[in-house]
């Protein structure tokens, strides 16, 4: 019996982990309910797993859990907050409206319009030099007023806000269609995820944006071997949590030390706290997702743009044995190509004249999210872990003779292509960095 409640507590705080990890400001109402009940459950145990291992806190109220991360690499730009209805990334103008309809929200009242929200951000857009310098937010454009929902319904998503009365889409067409709003203020106040308030580091000016990035969530620098061995393990802890896959060649000299050492006892640590299950092949390592619950971004997956990105990742494989560099039109050719090929089966939309540019945009920035390729000056260059979705031929009796069949997706890395034993996840949540 001791055993059953020790194996039920284990599973309800993977649940719980995961829950956190794959949504970091969890809600206690709505969808998340349950797992918030999870998590209030364990904090504790959740709290010290968290510290120790890749530092960072959790803080649970009664309206939410706040899982307060720190990327373990402040300049990846390839996942992106995204529009939770069609799924579109945020662009830098998007961003700058959600930093400013923060702000606002700071100063609301338990309930608000959109039209409110919108003037008071129209104000601010107004008194900032640096901004009118960059643009202007005018209400009277539908696309500046698409964008604002865009925004509006990423914080609906996160349950910053809570829709009453109305409807964004009615915004859109006319400005004078509002809509009215709940707050949630603790939601607002667990947004900004810093150690250092943005406003207490130095105006340096947008080319310094990587060092201010950096002093906002600075640590104390270790001064002990013991404190930069522990640096070091949490380093590694939040890129295995946070990345698909982790490449020995992405590492610096300490952490590929750290790692090549002390890798059984992280690998053990992770899948024991999280149920996750370690695969390492000799380029790097990868947490495989089973259960498929942390995953943002899922390869393969259905759909016209899921299909052809499984078709590009299988013919971007067949030139990475050789180590090629692709340039980005031989890509669109190709797309080209497999929309004409798939015309028959493939929505409306992706069939027009110029689709290829679009689709092959959304296909190489799925194929880097899941770290399968890596943009460089030369051209585009396919990651070890694209391997598996090389197309080859089945052995024995399982299909007819000579007859291709598509690589085994897994979130290892390079080996030989055909077994079937998970798929590779984004399992980084975008949205609350």
């Known amino acids: 019996m001791t055993r059953a409640l020790e194996a039920q507590e284990r599973h309800e705080q993977q649940r719980a ?21 999870l998590v209030r459950r364990h904090a504790a145990a959740l709290r010290a797993w968290l510290a120790r291992y890749p530092r960072w806190s959790l803080l649970v109220e009664p309206e939410q859990a706040r899982l307060r991360k720190t990327p373990a690499d402040l300049a990846d730009g390839t996942r992106p907050a995204l529009d939770p209805h069609h799924g579109t990334p945020f662009t830098r103008r998007r961003y700058v409206l959600l930093c400013l309809a923060l702000l606002a929200l700071e100063g609301e009242d338990r309930q608000t319009t959109l039209g409110r929200l919108a003037e008071r951000m129209v104000g601010y857009f107004a008194d900032d030099p640096a901004l009118t ?95 930069r061995n522990q640096a070091l393990r949490a380093r590694l802890f939040r890129r295995l949590l946070d990345d698909p896959v982790v490449y020995y060649e992405d590492l610096g000299p300490e952490e590929r030390a750290y790692l090549t050492t002390q890798r059984p ?9 999280t149920g996750l299950v370690a695969e390492a092949r000799r380029e790097g390592l990868a947490m495989v997702d089973p259960d498929e619950e942390l995953s943002d971004l899922a390869m393969p997956e259905e759909g016209t743009e899921g299909h052809l990105t499984l078709l590009v990742a299988e013919w971007l494989a067949g030139r990475a044995r050789d180590g090629r560099l692709v340039g980005r039109a031989a890509v669109e050719q190709r797309v080209a190509e ?21 689709l092959t945009d959304r296909a190489l920035d799925r194929l880097s999210a899941l770290r399968l390729l890596r943009w460089t000056p030369a051209g585009i260059a396919p990651l070890p872990a694209i391997a598996r979705y090389a197309v080859v031929a089945p052995p024995g009796p399982s299909g007819p003779a000579g007859a291709p069949r598509s690589g085994a997706p897994l979130a290892g890395l390079s080996a030989p292509a055909g077994r079937a034993d998970g798929a590779p996840r984004a399992r980084t949540p975008r949205k609350t960095r």
């Open 17 to 37: 982990l995961r829950a956190l990890l794959r949504h970091p400001l969890l809600p206690a109402a709505g969808a998340h309910a349950a797992s918030f009940l």
């Open 133 to 227: 310098r960059a643009g202007a937010f005018e209400l009277d454009v539908q696309d500046q007023r698409r964008d604002l929902v865009h925004v509006v319904r990423l914080l609906l998503d996160l349950r910053v806000l809570t829709r009453v009365a109305g409807e964004e889409q009615g915004f859109i067409a006319d400005q004078r269609r509002d809509v009215l709003y709940s707050v949630s203020r603790p939601a607002v106040a667990a947004m900004l995820n810093v150690r250092r308030g943005p406003s207490t580091l130095e105006a340096t000016g947008a080319a310094d944006l990587a060092a201010r990035l950096a002093g906002i969530v600075e640590e104390l620098a270790p001064e002990t071997d013991d404190a």
């Open 265 to 273: 006892f992280i690998v053990d640590e992770i899948e024991r706290a």
């Open 338 to 358: 497999l929309v004409d090929e798939h015309r028959g089966r493939w929505r409306k939309a992706a069939l027009g004249a110029g689709a290829e540019v679009e």
